[in-house]
């Protein structure tokens, strides 16, 4: 990693410590958007708003979010991507993906596309709030 993407990483960290998310987001769109050409990284930072799929949305957001940490930890790539796939998933589900915990806990979670069991663990702790943060 260079020296611009650390210093690039310790803005962004200094940004979210101090809640100013939207400029950390103006930070950090553009260059998820060089390593992972998805068309919905072009609403990362949009309003989440309220309904029923507004949590797939801040969930997303946090496996998005853990994606660039686990750049930042220069994490193997496998690990990077399981988080960014199944952020892509999460965003994209017609279900509310809290309601599909709910209905059937972690193994329902598996059953979505690019979530393991590691990953599934993560969301349900991001749930429930037994994530340690």
């Given at each position: 990693?260079s ?5 690039l990483?310790q803005?962004?960290g200094?940004l979210?410590q ?5 400029e950390?987001y103006?930070?950090?769109?553009p260059v998820l ?14 309003a989440?708003g ?20 686990l750049?930042?930890e ?7 991507w399981?988080c960014?796939k ?21 193994p ?8 393991g069991?590691s990953l599934?663990?993560t969301?349900?702790?991001w ?7």
């Amino acid at each position: 990693m260079s020296q611009k993407h650390r210093e690039l990483g310790q803005r962004i960290g200094a940004l979210v410590q101090a809640g100013q998310m939207a400029e950390a987001y103006a930070l950090l769109a553009p260059v998820l958007a060089q390593r992972t050409p998805f068309p919905k990284l072009g609403l990362i930072g949009e309003a989440v708003g309220a309904g029923p799929l507004a949590v797939n949305k801040r969930i997303a957001e946090r496996l998005f979010l853990k994606a660039y940490d686990l750049e930042l930890e220069r994490a193997q790539s496998h690990r990077i991507w399981a988080c960014r796939k199944a952020g892509l998933a999460v965003d994209e589900l017609k279900e509310s993906i809290a309601q599909i915990y709910d209905n059937r806990d972690e193994p329902g979670l598996r059953e979505l596309p690019g979530i393991g069991k590691s990953l599934a663990g993560t969301i349900a702790g991001w749930l429930t709030g037994n994530d340690g943060g």
